[in-house]
């Protein structure tokens, strides 16, 4: 398996001979040190969500994750991100303006699994909070639902502890569901949306967070009718 570093290094070198790449870059070394720090953060916060994961298994007979999935910005959408929000451009100026370097995103079975894992990785002592964006509570107005953090999370390294900011996004599996669709029809350069075919991805929106509902409200029932028969047993 190829390491973080081997892999951005083949992302810049594709780039060779694009100046404002270069000058971007600066120190190629020092930017691919940084990238694989911004990995070693991603490694943490998914062990944390597949240790929650396994305890609330245990307990509760049921996986509340259905998939995890992580990446870290390829250099060319740095850059690109760095040019449009004029920041400066600088590894320092990089760590301290992006907060999306470094993406896990959570896929949980029930919306509910989405909030009661959240809170349990918030909780956690290293873990501090820099933003939360509750795109359930309050849906995009495209219809878009999950739930984003901006975490600050440290990795230990053998010169010390160094604190790594990650967006980690939690959503539905329908959320997901969604999501991925509209992300594939959007960004994809021969298609167009008119008007009506916005509305109709915001009405699919609306059907896939009524879905989330239903499944839930069956998930409650069912968890009922096995205690109700639980008891008849016993008694
Ligand atoms: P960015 O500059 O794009 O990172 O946006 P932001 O800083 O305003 O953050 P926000 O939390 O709104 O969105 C961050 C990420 O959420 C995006 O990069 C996408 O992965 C996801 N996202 C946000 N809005 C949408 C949407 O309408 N559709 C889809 N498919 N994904 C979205
Ligand atoms: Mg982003």
Redesign the pocket.
Known sequence: MKSTAEIIEKQISQWEGDDSMEDFIGNSQKFVKLMSYYKCAIMEVETKFKVLSEEYSHYHDRNPINNIQSRIKHPYSIMD?MEKKEYPKSLESIEENL??IA?VRVICSFPTDVYTLAEAFLKQDDITLIRK?D?IANP?S?G?R?L?LIVSIPIFLSEGKRQMKV?V?LRSIAMDFW??L??QM?YKKDHYFTKEMEEELYQCAKISAALDERMDRLRISSMGERSRREKTIIE
Do not use: L, M, V
Request: charged share 45%; proline share 0%.
């Open positions: 991100k907060d999306d993406g964006k795109y995009k495209n878009y999950s984003h967006e996004q999501a991925s509209e992300h959007k």
